[in-house]
């Protein structure tokens, strides 16, 4: 419920969701390398698959020769050969 | 890059990591602010960079998430040091180093004036040279506020001087008074107009004096165009006295110039043959090393060299000096001039002559140009008529004054 009014605010207001609501955000720099911010965890990671855990979804890069540069409690920058990214709850 | 400074001053290693669940201990570590980066999945483990502080804090990790970790490499400066502790030689040249750094940087080796424009550089320069401000001198022993005054004082005409040291270099800011301090002072001397050339007066404007001549007349070189002489007479229509002035007018005639330039029959080219060597030389001091090949055949070579000073991190320049120098090997020859050469080499030539009397001012009427044969080779001879200013002043001689005024004594006139 009160996330439904939080959405709501959000929406209103024109608030960004990513602050909000602590939504991911996905910033890709062609196909060879994405920065992910508010994620919670790491789930699965190998050089072709990097599944993570986010406030409300997981979400799942697929590719070659994925590696991740730099990763902290904020954000997290992945780099190779991106194939797909998918969602999933 | 600052990160990258930082990590390497504090040394990182290089861990491999293997184990029930590398992803939960990744998660630990981020949950404790560890940082890992250039994570990498490799033959079925892991591989990552982590500071020497962090690699302490994560034993406890390694037990809860029941993975094993391997150190591959350590990176580093701490490491370096370590490793090169024997090396007392190497540690005594990078000493050495930074000591003949600091030494060399308690000297001026650059001197910037900016902002002159009636004072050249060299000038400038060389009255710091006097002030015994130089290349080599130590900074402790120039006060820039002195500097400032002694040089405000020496030229007037600079009405703001800023001098700041800057690193090894001495920078000088001025500012020129734009207006110009003195007014030139009006020449008043008496004098007549004469011509400077043959020709026939066009038209005419006088000022001050007596016109001699007309619009139409034909004058001769010497010939007085206005007399500074003014005479006055009284009302018996005699002369009374006679005034000495500056004459001044315009007077413009037409005049012809005509002039010759000898075109040889032959000249000496140059073709390059394509061969170039390059070389540095080095100069520090009196010293000087040259690192360039030796010319091989007999052809002529022109060398051309850029200069640069040395500088670390902008402003500090060091006393050497680096001339990158460029040499192409070049052959003469002779060979004669053809017609279409002569032709180009006439028009090249008269269209030389027109640039100069157009910047002088002088208006062209007519001109005309033709090469002629002359002995062995050619010359080139160009007509011109031409409208210009004939005038020019020439001081009446004290002895014509003196013989005017013995005259009026003689006569008894005294004012």
């Not at chain 2, 301090?181 to 038209?203: M, Q, Y």
């Not at chain 2, 010939?223 to 002035?245: C, H, K, M, R, T």
């Not at chain 2, 005509?258 to 070389?279: F, M």
């Not at chain 2, 210009?388 to 003196?402: D, F, L, R, S």
Request: with cysteine; net charge neutral; glycine share 8%.
């Amino acid at each position: 419920m009160f996330d439904q009014v939080k959405a709501a605010a959000a929406d209103n207001l024109k608030l960004p969701k990513d602050v909000v609501l602590g939504e991911v955000l996905v910033s890709f720099v062609g196909r060879t390398s994405a920065v992910v911010e508010n994620y919670r965890g790491i789930l699965i990671y190998d050089d072709q698959t990097v599944k993570l855990q986010a406030k409300n979804c997981k979400l799942q890069f697929h590719g070659r020769h994925l590696h991740i540069d730099y990763y902290n409690h904020d954000e997290m920058k992945i780099s190779g050969q991106i194939q797909s990214m998918e969602f999933g709850d | 890059m600052k990160e990258a400074l930082k990590h390497y001053c504090g040394g990182y290693l290089c861990v491999r990591l293997r184990g029930f669940s590398p992803e939960r201990f990744l998660n630990l570590c981020m949950a404790r602010k560890i940082v890992i980066w250039d994570l990498r999945y490799q033959d079925g483990g892991y591989q990552f960079l982590i500071s020497v502080g962090d690699f302490r804090r994560i034993r406890p990790l390694v037990k809860k998430a029941q993975v094993r970790l391997l150190i591959l490499g350590r990176y580093g400066l701490p490491f370096f040091l370590y490793r090169n502790r024997k090396r007392k030689l190497y540690a005594a040249g990078i000493g050495a180093f930074f000591l003949v750094l600091f030494l060399m940087s308690q000297f001026i080796w650059n001197i910037s004036v900016e902002g002159n424009y009636h004072f050249t550089d060299d000038t400038l320069l060389h009255y710091l040279d006097t002030l015994d401000i130089r290349y080599g001198r130590l900074k402790a022993g120039i006060d820039c506020n002195v500097l400032e005054e002694s040089i405000r004082s020496q030229y007037p005409e600079i009405i703001w001087v800023s001098a700041r040291i800057s690193g090894t270099r001495l920078m000088i800011k001025v500012k020129e008074n734009e207006v110009m301090s003195n007014v030139p002072e009006k020449d008043e001397v008496p004098r007549n107009l004469v011509a400077g050339k043959n020709g026939i007066v066009t038209r005419m404007v006088v000022r001050r004096g007596k016109a001699q001549v007309a619009v139409g007349d034909q004058i001769e070189a010497g010939q007085v165009l206005v007399s500074g002489e003014i005479p006055i007479y009284n009302d018996a229509e005699e002369l009374a006295d006679l005034q000495f002035v500056h004459a001044d007018a315009d007077i413009y005639a037409t005049v012809s110039e005509s002039y010759r330039e000898v075109l040889p029959a032959c000249v000496v080219e140059r073709t390059d043959t394509g061969r170039c060597r390059r070389g540095l030389r080095l100069r520090a001091g009196g010293l000087s090393f040259l690192w360039m090949l030796p010319s091989i055949g007999g052809n002529p070579w022109e060398i051309t060299s850029k200069s640069c000073q040395l500088t670390v991190l902008g402003d500090f320049y060091l006393p050497v000096w680096v001339d990158q120098i460029q040499a192409q090997e070049y052959q003469t020859y002779e060979r004669c001039l053809t017609k279409e050469d002569r032709e180009i080499r006439k028009n090249i030539i008269h269209q030389q002559k027109i640039e100069n009397l157009s910047e002088k001012g002088v208006h062209i009427i007519e001109n005309s140009v033709k090469i002629l044969k002359e002995g062995s080779g050619w010359v080139v001879q160009g007509d011109f008529l031409l409208e210009e200013p004939v005038g020019i002043g020439q001081e009446i001689e004290e002895t014509n004054k003196k013989e005017i005024d013995q005259a009026d004594e003689r006569n008894g006139n005294h004012y």
